[in-house]
């Protein structure tokens, strides 16, 4: 039951956070949906990734977005100050397509997802341990990404632009 | 006197395993799709591009959501461990994605992306030529187009590139196409 109340706070807060005028409230909102989303992967036993969905989506993205809206200290009356309607009804209506494709197939799916799964220890050992042998060198090329994207905020970021 | 019977207060155990039961994990897959679906409206419909990436967190947390779902049921951690990655390369678009809005707002002091149109229906005027080094580069215009006519031979690589300025200059391939 516990997964319903998550995933309605979560699809609520998702909702919320798409039809804010206010990029802060926005963000907000984002952090409420990230939490409901880590009590659905406690609920699925998946405690390893919902430490991390905590520390790195709530703690650190949410805070480098927040930075840099405040950084911008946006006026909501600036925003959408010119509105069009044809791109939100068109915006509306591609994900609606889309909700009723994926719908469509998750229901005709040949998978069995109603199925009991068997147990699974999904605790940071078990995953470390998987990090650490058998996906060592995504793992490691990762590092690489990461600081390629640190170079890549740095220069972007840079007063002259050459 | 028999004992009263006294409500207990006590909840019956295991109620915390029931009520955190796992749940049927198709719900758990739909509610990922409809997550996604918010994640596109918010990229599709809105023009604060901080809006936008926000959306697009939406959108990737809806896919880890499935990886978790399927992780589970194939009881299978490769899916948690891609999550991981997932969240790795999440961090790092988002750096760069707002290192973006902050270069575009001090250029042009929006995030609207839809005063953000350079590259919609503008007229680059004629395109400039590729020339080698040493030689002057030629702008093509109609002095450059005559000059053109007067050199017997010129290559395939010129002659492109006249014919494009000749279109943008004037509308129409006509007059040079002959001569070619």
């Given at each position: ?40 992967y406690v609920v699925l036993e998946a405690y ?71 147990p699974l220890e999904a ?40 | ?19 955190a039961?796992l ?45 978790v779902?399927?992780?589970r ?108």
């Amino acid at each position: 039951m516990f997964f319903y109340l998550f995933a309605l706070v979560s699809l609520v807060a998702a909702t919320l956070a798409v039809t804010r005028k206010n990029a802060v409230a926005a963000a907000m909102w984002l952090v409420l949906m990230f939490f409901g989303l880590a009590g659905i992967y406690v609920v699925l036993e998946a405690y390893f990734v919902a430490a991390v969905q905590i520390l790195v989506y709530a703690g650190a993205i949410m805070v480098l977005f927040l930075f840099v809206i405040m950084l911008l200290d946006l006026r909501t009356e600036e925003l959408e100050h010119r509105p069009m309607p044809r791109l939100k009804a068109l915006g509306v209506l591609g994900a609606a397509a889309f909700l009723g494709t994926a719908v469509f197939a998750v229901l005709a799916s040949k998978i069995e997802l109603g199925a009991e799964p068997p147990p699974l220890e999904a605790g940071a050992g078990a995953i470390g341990e998987a990090l650490f042998n058998r996906w060592i060198l995504a793992f490691e090329v990762t590092s690489f990404l990461l600081l390629g994207a640190i170079l890549g905020a740095v220069v972007l970021t840079k007063k002259k632009l050459s | 006197m028999s004992a009263a019977v006294v409500p207990s207060l006590a909840l019956p155990t295991g109620w915390l395993t029931g009520l955190a039961a796992l749940p049927a994990l198709d719900h758990v897959v739909l509610l990922s799709v409809a997550l996604f679906a918010v994640g596109l409206v918010g990229v599709m419909s809105r023009r604060n591009i901080l809006v936008m990436l926000l959306s697009v967190e939406i959108m990737l947390n809806a896919a880890n959501l499935a990886l978790v779902a399927f992780s589970r049921l194939h009881a299978n951690l490769d899916g948690q461990v891609f999550v991981f990655f997932t969240m790795t390369v999440a961090a790092a678009e988002v750096a760069v994605g707002l290192a973006i809005v902050i270069a575009l707002y001090r250029l042009r002091r929006t995030t609207d992306v839809g005063e953000t149109t350079e590259l919609h229906d503008v007229d680059y005027g004629p395109v400039p030529v590729l020339k080698l080094e040493g030689e002057a580069p030629v702008h093509a215009h109609d002095e450059a187009h005559d000059k053109a006519h007067d050199e017997a031979a010129h290559d395939d690589a010129h002659e492109l590139a006249h014919g494009q300025a000749h279109d943008a200059g004037h509308g129409g391939p006509v007059g040079h196409g002959g001569q070619s």
